[in-house]
Nanobody, 124 residues
Framework: QVQLVESGGGLVQAGGSLRLSCVASGLTFSSRAMGWFRQAPGKEREFVAALSWSGASAFYADFGKGRFTISRDNAKNTVNLQMYSLEPEDTAVYYC?????????????????WGQGTQVTVSS
């Protein structure tokens, strides 16, 4: 059974930073591409960042470029999302997800395993 467990969310002031982590089990992590999505109240879930199975290719939503960094540690079955310069608009539940290695990085439908999410709240 695949499990993705996120951690690291919390309350932070605007301009602050957070580091989200996701630990995966029940899958061959090193052969899976990983991604982060977020969902704000009343809005659809949206793509945040993705990383290829090897870690060689990263993709970011426009709002995350220059502020967010995705990384992975295949030895620890972990994918991380480092977020800097957070804004109130970044407030959302952040989800970790896994997809087959050669599928689309940004399409939500390409991801077949999801975590339960971790809340990020940015105060102004």
């Amino acid at each position: 059974q695949v499990q993705l467990v996120e951690s690291g969310g919390g309350l932070v002031q605007a301009g602050g930073s957070l580091r989200l982590s996701c630990v995966a089990s029940g899958l061959t992590f090193s052969s899976r591409a990983m991604g982060w999505f977020r969902q704000a109240p009343g809005k659809e879930r949206e793509f945040v960042a993705a990383l290829s199975w090897s870690g060689a290719s990263a993709f970011y939503a426009d709002f995350g470029k220059g502020r967010f960094t995705i990384s992975r540690d295949n030895a620890k079955n972990t994918v991380n999302l480092q977020m800097y310069s957070l804004e109130p608009e970044d407030t959302a539940v952040y989800y970790c997800a896994a997809r087959p290695r050669y599928s689309s990085a940004v399409q939500i439908g390409a991801y077949d395993s999801w975590g339960q999410g971790t809340q990020v709240t940015v105060s102004s």
